[in-house]
């Protein structure tokens, strides 16, 4: 490939050849209900104080209450878990929990049951990102598992050999 093919993919072109973990970012509203997105755009920010980040589509129907929570969850998927991936990403959002089990995080977020690992948040700062926005939270409680993952890569789920 020459440097004017390369100038000529899109940005999604582009960040489809980065391999990325598969997440689901999930909260609880006042009566306990759960609700949540997959997301593959998560990384770490910062480990003391100990920041993630993950960035909400505006379009997302579950947006506004994630961005107004107090807390969250990133479920980190495991490499069995791709249709778990697929409903958290299909709309509308109702009843993406129905046949998930989960329980509830010290906060009421929801844990994904056979996640690979998983942060409990509460928000630090939400910040504008264009279409999307950037959610960083400041993890309170966290655990991990020897599950392979789940991956993200060239628009196809996969899972890692370890």
Request: net charge negative.
């Amino acid at each position: 490939m020459d440097l004017h093919e390369q100038a000529d993919a899109s940005l999604r072109e582009v960040m489809g050849t980065y391999p990325t973990g598969v997440t689901v970012v999930a909260g609880a509203d006042a009566e306990g209900l759960p609700y949540g997105l997959t997301v593959n755009s998560f990384t770490s920010v910062s480990l003391d104080p100990p920041l993630v980040l993950v960035c909400i589509g505006h379009a997302s129907t579950s947006h506004a209450r994630l961005i107004t929570a107090q807390t969250f969850t990133i479920n980190v998927l495991a490499a069995d878990q791709s249709e778990v991936a697929l409903r958290f990403a299909r709309e509308p959002s109702d009843g993406r929990f129905e046949e998930v089990d989960w329980t509830p995080a010290a906060s009421g977020a929801p844990i994904i049951e056979g996640s690979a690992a998983w942060l409990e948040c509460s928000v630090h700062e939400v910040l504008s990102g264009g279409d999307h926005s950037i959610l960083v939270g400041r993890v309170e409680r966290a655990a991990v598992t020897e599950r392979p993952v789940l991956v993200f890569h060239r628009g196809r789920m996969s899972a890692t050999d370890t």
